[in-house]
């Protein structure tokens, strides 16, 4: 229609409209990369477990009687715990664990495959106990090979209690001289990241003293933040855990819906089984809640940033088209004295606004790619996607689109005897 | 072409009701060239607005080019605008930002005529007024005389039936006056009614004939030109 | 001239209280938005304890296996327990203190509670005036104390709160696991908002409620309930192969109070390395590491990456906020072309008319900023609430002058940012051209 002159006009007026696209240039440069932070923070929160965390409670149970000094006294008080639980209504299963979803502590050990060198590089992976219920407690999904059965768990943990009496032998290296061979079950993360692809059961791998590890279950996902970035690396021994001494802790997965209840009943009952002791029960999706803390703040502020943001920048598109249009006002006139409707007068200030707010955002994703190399260098994971810019940028048209509406609008009903009036 | 019959056109403030146009009758034929004149006050610019359809009126009938202007809509008066009238201002009323060529070229986008055509009709009208060599030149960058002729070139360019002029010479020097008044003759000469609006007796002997205003209404043209002279020093009473 | 301009410039405010107000409010907001998100950077990044942050050192050695590096490259962030009783026999740092925290059972007077887990810091007496902890009643143990074992504690405010009631608890005493220990001192408010010297779990937690001398580790067995790390299985059983083993799970520091001091306390690490790998430890390249608390800060990334993209953010927040305002500027400045004319053909010199309103942004800016201000200390208080539930602690955000002066250097930016180009053209406008308005 009349492209060519608008964008010449404004091409004369360099300052004022190039107020408007940079204006709306920064606005998406902006709003872009707070959805970016944003979307980070809401991937990180959405990553599974592999646990059904909905379902899982933990329990902590940490004596300060001096009675729970004796062993005999341990296993008993650790038996009826375990009886206790297993008989609530709502209860799944139970197990004694010290694996705590969501919570990032533990211990850490290093392997590396069998029949390496000492100079192969030995990678290390989190490590937990688990007996015969364990990992069904877990709800961990096998994807090869199974979980321990009791003998086995039975028979590790008495071998582990003979080296607690019974030191081994060191030899002149410093290592036991006796190497011993031991079912795992690992994460499916771990035994790619030790073994490359599978398949993986029945493979040997080995730890710093020379032992041996066989490879008996594979499960997968597993995803437990630790203080290390191996958060998706572990491995299950077949050890009933029985030391009560500092504390023990259980795992209990309720039937679907039951947690919230349980979390109630359990601390009454574990209470009433033992005084000597305090209990604290917490379901999984509030230490999970807890965990996110951070990723929901940055989520939260982001937000109120880029909502902040297109408010602002919406009312102050408005400001500045209503300022360039009442500058014009002898201009209008003369147009409609010329023949302009007023149709034509609301086409003219729409189109020269899409105009600038095509020149803005195309400016506007330059910027915000370049911003977002420069967010990316520290936070990797906040990357730009395309849909995203896509997006705002339709949206932000929309929006200097309503913005401009109005004062088109109210220059369309200038009168042509301006055009007449004296300067 | 321009036939007004007893039009009355009123402002209204909250304070007073003036009457700008009252029981106004002109007629003014094809191809005439016609001064219009009178004291500051007397409706001139009022007469000039309601004749451009750029204003309304509350009593009395125009019609124009045999079209009675009363029943149009303000899309229809803008076509008429566009296609029929012609306008020259005495501030000029060119658009700033636009260089010499897109001025010209406003009245015929709102025609919607295709590319070809609008540059022929563009380069014609500045050569007719002598400017074709400053075609990408801005406003900023004219003298006065040369920002009338554009504006007279836009005029031209649209191959109006009536040209409104409103004190078109009022922002100029003598010798640039003499040019623009020798265009409108020439312009006037190849057919196109002009009704120019003055106070300048000079620049109404180049017209047909003269048209009194006095208070909103044509004078009676016996009067003698002294005593209208005389009026015009602001000894009579009149709008305010 | 000034106190003239200052003048016209709060008169012309007035006059249009709508327009400023808009104005002002939009200032107010970048400003708010951004001290915020700096101050939220701020409380990360800022120096816990400025009086003695440049002389007090953390001392890790690169005791770790063979083979490979510890994780990351560096050396463990803390010692062995045998490392750190050859260390402190040095008499180089002026003081010095290896610690750890563990988890026993408190036992308060049965009327007042039932036993509970707290957190206990094992430490020496030398911890309290190195890392300025405030007393309100009674003081630390000396290091006689530390030497002989002595079974004393200090509390802090809010534990000599739960198990006294808040009363001089000095001379009173509390059972700990299986013993009674003497209260000495009680701690007043203490709250740094980065628990700087243990960082290796939760950094911005709050400091430990009960204080206790290292030498009860060995008495009764103590473990660390903090991190601990080792590359290789302890050469016997029980606690005393803990005690010989190559885990590292103490904390060292030391305070050097020169240059001179740090470079004999280097040599004396070096000298015992070497010393050691004689008889077969410290295999890998020697590597020791004396850190001062704002590196070790850094290193051990106490502020989340995140935070510096918040702040930047923020920024290009304000600077939008303060560009969205120049055309409610411009509006104001250019409809009062005619008086501008006035005031030049009766002389004003364009940099007169140019400085008039850029003051008066200014102004606005000063005003806007006081008002964003006010309102960041909202925001703070409404985050710290938020943060409650996450860190348990809702103090962790803190304005300061520091930050307050961010504000008003925000503030001050906003106001040029939207009234440089407007008192620009306002000051080009020819006074002919508007004169001739009448």
Redesign the interface.
Known sequence: ??L??IL??IR??K??FG?IA??VA??L??VV??IA?IADARAQMARPSGFPDDDLLTVSS?P?D?AFKEPGYQQAALRADLDALAALPGVAVVTSTRLIPWSGGGSSG?YRQAGAG??A??L?SQIYNADERTLDALGVRLVAGRTFTREEVDRDTRRLQEI?IH?RELGSD?RPVDKFLQDVVVTRAWAEHVFGPGPHLGRLFQD??GDQYRVLGVFDPFYNPY???IHEYAVFYARRSSSYE??TRYLVQAEPGQASALARTIEETLTRVNRLR?VEVSRVTEIRY?YF??Q???A???GL?AV??VV??G???V??????V??RT??IG???????????IVRYFLVENWLLMSIGIAMGVGLAVALNL??VS??AS?RLDPITVAAAAAALWLLGLASALVPALRAART???V??R?? | MLQMKNVVKVYRTEIVETHALSDLSIHVRAGEFVAVMGPSGSGKTTFLNVAGLLDGFERGEYLLDGVDVRKLGDGEKSRIRNKKIGFVFQSFNLIPDLDVFDNVDVPLRYRRLPAGERRDRIHRALEQVGLASRMRHYPSQLSGGQQQRVAIARVLAGDPVLILADEPTGNLDSLMTHEILDLLERINEQGTAIVMVTHSAECAAHAHRQIHLRDGRVAELDEPPSLVRGREAGLVPGLG | MLAYQLRIAWKSLRRSPAHTLIVGGGIALGVAVSTLFATVRHSFAKDPIPDKSAVLYNVRMDTWGPVDPYPGGKPPPQVTYQDMVALMRSDIPARQTGTFKASLYVFPDPRVGRPRRELVRLCFSDFFPMFEVPFRFGGPWDRAADRTAERVVVLSDEMNERLFGGEDSVGRSVRIEDREFRVVGVLDRWRPGVKFYDLTQNPVDVPEPIYMPFAHMVAMQLESSGNSDGWRSPPMAGFAGLLASEQTWILLWVELSSADQVGRYRAFLDAYALEQRKAGRFQRKLDNRVTPVRDLMVEADVMPKEADAMVAVSLLFLLICALNLIGLLLGKFLARAAEIGVRRAMGARRLDVFMQHLLECELIGLAGGAIGLALSFGAIAVVNLWAKSIISRGDFLAMDWAMAGFAAGAAMVAGLVAGLYPAWRVCRIAPAVHLKAQ
Not at chain 1, 334 to 344: I, K
């Open positions: 229609m009349e060519g002159p010449r006009a004369r007026n300052a004022r107020l940079v204006e920064l606005t440069a902006v990369n707070c932070l940490a300060f001096a290093e000492d100079a590089p030995m290390r607690t030191p410093g710093s003293d203080g290390w970035p500092n504390g305090a807890l803390g951070r929901r703040m940055v939260g502020l982001m940033v902040l943001l602002v920048t009312l102050g598109l400001g500045l088209t209503s300022f360039l009442s500058e002898r201009q003369t147009r409609r004295a010329l023949g302009a409707s007023m149709v034509d420069a967010l520290s936070i906040a009168s042509p005897a055009a007449t004296s300067v």
